[in-house]
């Protein structure tokens, strides 16, 4: 094995040993931190740091560490939250979760950028294309990271399940599940109760120390990409200031604009899924060791339609299946008898959450292929605002009113994106190599000019 690979390697295993720990942590923060509504408070205030953290922190971060002391440090962010949840209330999740959203931001760019550089190193040495080598490295990168998901709810689920009195449930109870969940907290089944500490603070110091192990993974066997060749690409990309009022140029786009329900519904949604289904229907029904399994049905068969871009909504339409999880959603009372039913919805959401953001993302590349840093600023912009909106917004709505407002926003979306669309049709975006033809023709076009000049002046100099 080459030091290249060697490197993409070590990155993409510590990604899969950290967000082990953090990814099951937010699918349980409704259901493990209940008291006070502390867990989805802090996970909004999580996704809101995470957009100061873009706009401001990551650039400087990155400048004056290097990248992989950044990954470092942005993972000792990680484990410095996961420790917080060892005795959660607000004084230990508030700051804690500000700590791992400030260190989001700088830990993906810093890798994003030693994986660029380090793919551009050993393109050039094995006279390949540069771009065949860095998507070969994240897709290497991506594909360890979204399997994290698999073993962190597997723990959380291995460990919680040794809890058996949190299956007992009684009929009555059932119907404070799901939809008829109003906050009546007082009135909230024995399922919602936090399991035992002893548990809690196993499946936390069990978090910690896979989080703690990704970091020295990282940091012993990780080589030092030489922080004047870190600079030299970032000096390649805008300046700061520029990137940042760019994001917000952006918004003079009326097609940027239009885009902007369809991509805070990416967050809204998947903030429902984390926060609201997670509690009000497996935890509340089953019981919060099953969590883990569900979350795992939802995050392989994302990962799975992922990558085969979502054939199924060729045949039924990606906002179908949206509508038919929802309304679903509206109309199923949980039961124990029908525990195949708790597998069902978020395998279909996670089908609909794939081939929404694939092609949302394709859709944003292709409208905006001159601004791609400015349009994907605002993608991540907007996506956050949706995930603090549905965090936020978790404990002073019903269910119901929850699943309405994401149909009525849903709506929206689709008609906006259909304007997009049409638009786009009718009068498509020039692709990169027309827009360098046309470059190059105008550049020709100059050359000629500036050569005809030249022979006219050089003709007088002559006379």
């Known amino acids: 094995m080459d030091r290249s690979m060697k490197n993409v390697l070590v990155v993409s295993f510590g990604f899969l040993l950290l967000f ?5 942590l937010l699918n349980l ?8 509504g502390v867990g989805v408070a ?3 205030v999580q ?4 957009i100061l953290s873009s706009m401001f922190v990551a650039p400087l971060v990155i400048k004056y560490l290097g990248c992989k002391w950044t990954i470092v440090a942005a993972m000792g962010c990680n484990v410095v939250y996961t420790a917080g949840n060892f005795y959660p209330g607000w004084e230990t999740l508030l700051p804690t979760s500000i700590i791992l959203g400030l260190g989001e931001s700088p830990l993906w760019s810093a890798t994003s950028t030693y994986l660029t550089i380090n793919g551009r190193i050993q393109a050039e040495k094995d006279k390949k294309k540069n771009q065949d080598v860095i998507n070969q490295y994240f897709g290497i990168l991506f594909l360890l990271y979204q399997s994290s998901a698999v073993w962190g709810n597997l723990m959380s689920s291995i460990v919680f399940g040794q809890d058996l009195t949190s299956v007992n449930i009684s009929e009555s109870d059932l119907q404070f599940c799901g939809v008829g969940s109003c906050g009546n907290i007082s009135e909230a089944p024995d399922n919602s109760t936090r399991p035992p500490d002893r548990l809690v603070h196993t499946l936390m110091g069990c978090y910690v120390g896979v989080g703690v192990l990704a970091m020295l993974l990282v940091a012993v066997f990780l080589d030092n990409i030489e922080r004047d060749m870190t600079l030299e690409f970032r000096s390649n990309k805008e300046p700061f200031c520029r990137t940042f009022l760019a994001t917000f140029k952006q918004l003079n786009d009326r097609r940027q604009v239009l885009l902007i329900p369809v991509t805070a519904y990416i967050g809204l949604e998947l903030g ?3 926060g609201e289904y997670t509690k009000e229907y497996v935890t509340c029904a089953l019981g919060i060791h099953f969590v883990g399994y569900v979350m795992i049905c939802f ?5 799975l339609f992922s990558y085969v871009f979502g054939r199924l909504s060729q045949y039924s339409g990606r906002v179908a299946l949206f509508f038919t999880c929802i309304l679903g959603l509206l109309f199923w009372r949980p039961h124990l008898d029908q525990l195949p039913v708790f597998f069902v919805f978020p395998a279909l959401w996670g089908l609909a959450d794939a081939v929404w953001q694939t092609q949302t993302n394709a859709l944003y590349g292709v409208l905006f292929h001159g601004q791609k840093e400015a349009a994907f600023a605002n993608y991540r912009l907007w996506e956050a605002v949706g995930y603090v909106i549905a965090f936020a917004c978790s404990r002073f709505l019903c269910v119901n009113t929850k699943l309405y407002i994401l149909m009525g ?4 979306s689709v008609t906006l994106c259909f304007s997009v669309e049409y638009g786009e049709y009718i009068s498509p975006t020039p692709s990169d190599e027309n827009t360098i033809d046309t470059k190059l023709e105008i550049k020709s076009t100059e050359l000629n000019e500036d050569n005809d000049t030249y022979n006219d002046t050089d003709s007088d100099k002559t006379l």
Do not use: H, K
């Not at 923060?29 to 006070?36: A, G, I, P, V, Y």
């Not at 995050?299 to 990962?303: D, K, P, Y």
């Not at 926003?409 to 929206?412: A, G, K, Q, Y």
């Open 42 to 44: 802090s996970a909004s």
């Open 47 to 50: 996704f809101a740091s995470i």
């Open 299 to 303: 995050g392989a068969t994302s990962s």
């Open 409 to 412: 926003v849903l709506l929206l």
């Open 20 to 24: 082990t720990a953090t990814g099951s």
């Open 29 to 36: 923060q409704s259901s493990l931190n209940t008291e006070e």
């Open 272 to 274: 429902f899924l984390n």
